[in-house]
T-cell receptor, first 117, second 111 residues
């Protein structure tokens, strides 16, 4: 079945560091990918919609200069958390649906645990 | 996007059938109903999806009444490994439509 891969699975870094997270669709092309954030004991919260070859669409309250999204190809979207601080520590998850497919479910990556010291 | 309502939590013993009901009163004509399972520190995993009536796969069944204002996920003979959070989502299944997650149902399976 469709697989979405995220890398890295875990990051621990110092405050002020910028961190890049990759999301790849392994066996299908995705013109659109989605980025979510999940805090402990809470549900997934949609951050942004990543569009191949164009600017991402951010949800209200999500800083686009803080969370840079690049979707340069049909199989790769990246999320960069710039100048990360402890409050950015969270579980980041991406998802995608195959290009041109309707009535097909979204598939999710296994997430990236970001811990800012 | 249709809002969904599910029980916050459920408990079950191993070997029992578990039914989790989701309400989605304002579901749109072209919306599909999709259920995901999430274990701690993992991304959601697709379980089952349907539009109307009944859908069954190797892990679950999904029952959808004619008015589509609710749906029930049925897990046959649960085991300890089925302990997870289960999310019901309703959305148009097009490529650029995001899924908006509710709080989900935390299922605890007890030995």
């Amino acid at each position: 079945g469709a697989v979405v891969s995220q890398h890295p699975s875990r990051v621990i870094c110092k405050s002020g560091t910028s961190v890049k997270i990759e999301c790849r669709s392994l066996d299908f092309q995705a013109t659109t990918m989605f980025w979510y954030r999940q805090f402990p004991k809470q549900s997934l919260m949609l951050m942004a919609t990543s569009n191949e070859g164009s600017k991402a669409t951010y949800e209200q309250g999500v800083e686009k200069d803080k969370f840079l999204i690049n979707h340069a190809s049909l199989t790769l979207s990246t999320l960069t958390v710039t100048s990360a601080h402890p409050e950015d520590s969270s579980f980041y998850i991406c998802s995608a649906r195959g290009q041109g497919y309707t009535n097909q479910p979204q598939h999710f990556g296994d997430g990236t645990r970001l811990s800012i010291l | 996007l249709a809002k969904t309502t599910q029980p916050i939590s459920m408990d079950s013993y191993e070997g029992q059938e578990v039914n989790i009901t989701c309400s989605h009163n304002n579901i749109a004509t072209n919306d599909y109903i999709t259920w995901y399972q999430q274990f701690p520190s993992q991304g959601p995993r697709f379980i089952i999806q349907g539009y109307k009536t009944k859908v069954t796969n190797e892990v679950a069944s999904l029952f959808i009444p004619a008015d589509r204002k609710s749906s029930t996920l049925s897990l046959p003979r649960v085991s300890l490994s089925d302990t997870a959070v289960y999310y019901c989502l309703v959305a148009l299944n097009s490529g650029n439509t995001p899924l908006v997650f509710g709080k989900g149902t935390r299922l605890s399976v007890i030995a």
